[in-house]
């Protein structure tokens, strides 16, 4: 059996019929994690009867884990069978009861009540709101709240107060971001079916339409052109020549590049050839800018039969009024991430003057789970400022300050940040200016910082052992480079491509072991290309990552106004 057979096994096995896609989707994620739970309960059965063999394990132990193991894949079974064929919402409920009833009996009761098992109990809370509905949470913070605090009574333990109160708050986040992602998702679903039939129907039906009736384009409100196979113009209705500004005569015969003149650039050109050429390309259309005008493009094959096609049929569509939507869209979400820094800064606030006690000490479990906060609100402020970021170069309103700078303070201040990040993985943070290099530069000191936070913080992410370096040097006499290297799992020749662009990710499963959301590099290289420079990546898989970025010696002020 090869790969491709096995990989259709698993995602026959993994999928569940369901006429709702949002249970559909529970019940999947429900199946993968059972999957991976068996997984490792078989390599537990594997490794119990290796101890077993080798001697190191007596009888009454080995029993108890052969009965343990046999009796979880018993269960595994059981509620996978129910969510396939039964209830998604029953095998949840009892995928959380029976998580919730080994975290239980894990450990000591004391341990259970108010130690170092308590805190585990967050996973079912943040699972019930991923496998069952949003509101369920909530459910689950009460009842591993009434079940650590019936453990604690059982050994004369005053309850947890402060923990519980924590997992209703964790069950208040995971509330909103189960909630959100479904009203997104949803969103989502309805614009695609709408865009979808909207394409297909457009095009596909007017391709069949053309060959028998040249006066329904006369009624189109959409441009319309139709190319032989040689890419020549050979119908055209009127809207079309109000959308390119062009006579019918100018038109006919021409092929497409011609059609767009010097209006488009070279890029948005070539984008438009592409598609009219592949129309079965995953990009089902094109927009661009042409004389003052965002336009939407189109394409799809006309056909006399299955097997012949003559042609091609491109609906132009004036799309001007949806690119400023978007720009609006934009605008508000920089807005909104604006709005978001200050009640996260005031949490960060608050949380710092927790830790350091100026309410006074805190005992060992809070002081952590003040940490925990402090990480997080770090973690949600970081992407309220990539979002900030991303809107404003979307929307053209990001300017750099230009100013005279010492380098060395923007490696020194990199490194005092990030120091400890690597120390805390055991890394090496290596920083050298080499000798040639100015000591005062000129730039934008702060989107230099940003730049560098960005690719030492991956750098350090995805490196588990060795070294992560910053350099700077000279490669001509026209221009300064900053490279980031290091030596972690490097990055995929297939993934390279698409590093840059926005939500981007090289793991973007829903188990992935780094977390982000994928703006970082796009940031760091929009914030380049800004600057007038460029950012490059070498990368091998297990051999680590570098990149590039080479910048003028002396900026040119209208990349920075």
Known sequence: MNMTNVMKLIRQLLNVPSIDPNDQRRAQLLNILLLGIAALTLLMLLATTIMNISGGLVEPESTLLYLGCLAQLCGIIIIFAINRYGSSRLASSLFLLLLTTVLAFSDEPQEVADGRTLFAFAIPVLMASVLLRPHASFAAAGLVSLLIAAIGLSVQIVPNVFAMVVFFAIALVSWLSARSLEHALED????????????EQRTRELAEALSRNQAILAGIADGVIVFDNDGKAIVAN???????????????GYDVETLMGAGIDADDQAAVAALLRNTETRYPSVKFERDGKTLSMSAAPVCVAPEEMIGTVAVFRDFTREAEIDRMKSAFVSMASHELRTPLNAILGYADMLQEGVYGPLPDKQHEVVARIIANAGELLNLATNLLDQAQIEAGTLTLNVTPFTLADLIDGVQGVMSVLAQAKGLELISHIADDVPTTLFGDPQRLHQILINLVGNAIKFTKEGTVHVDAYRPDADHWTLEVSDTGCGIPAEAQPHIFEPFQQVDSSPNREHTGAGLGLSIVRQLTTLMGSEITLTSEVGHGSTFTIVLPLVPTQEKFS
């Open 188 to 199: 989502l679903r309805t614009i695609n079916r709408e865009l979808d039939q909207r394409v």
């Open 238 to 252: 009127p809207a079309i020549t109000g959308l390119l500004e062009r006579h019918a005569d100018e038109i006919i």
